[in-house]
């Protein structure tokens, strides 16, 4: 009888043990899932950085949309909040 006590006992030991084992592997797969989405983020944020630069606009207007600066007459739009 014992010695079923005992078998039993190890058996829902190394269950933990094994249940443990597969979440600690979750946990990682996860963690590099995250580290790999940051990684995209800085990336896409660098990005925006580049193409929302005033001057590559400015370019683009200029070069491909056949656009003029005037400064005499510059409008600044604000966000207002209502």
Same mark, same amino acid.
């Given at each position: 009888? $014992? =010695?079923? %006590? =005992? =078998?039993?006992l #190890? /058996? %829902?030991? !190394?269950s /933990?043990? +094994?249940q !443990?084992?597969?979440? &600690?592997?979750?946990? *990682? ?5 995250? +580290?790999k $989405? &940051? ?13 929302? #630069?005033?001057?590559? !606009?400015?370019? !683009? +207007? *200029?070069?491909?949309? /056949?656009? #003029?600066? &005037?400064?005499? *007459? =510059?409008?600044?739009?604000?966000? $207002?909040?209502?």
């Amino acid at each position: 009888m $014992t =010695v079923l %006590f =005992v =078998v039993i006992l #190890a /058996g %829902f030991i !190394i269950s /933990g043990y +094994a249940q !443990i084992s597969e979440y &600690n592997y979750s946990i *990682q797969n996860l963690e590099k899932s995250i +580290a790999k $989405t &940051n990684e995209e983020n800085d990336t896409l944020q660098l990005k925006i950085a580049e193409l929302s #630069a005033p001057e590559r !606009i400015i370019k !683009i +207007a *200029q070069e491909e949309l /056949g656009m #003029a600066l &005037n400064e005499e *007459q =510059v409008i600044i739009l604000s966000k $207002t909040l209502n």
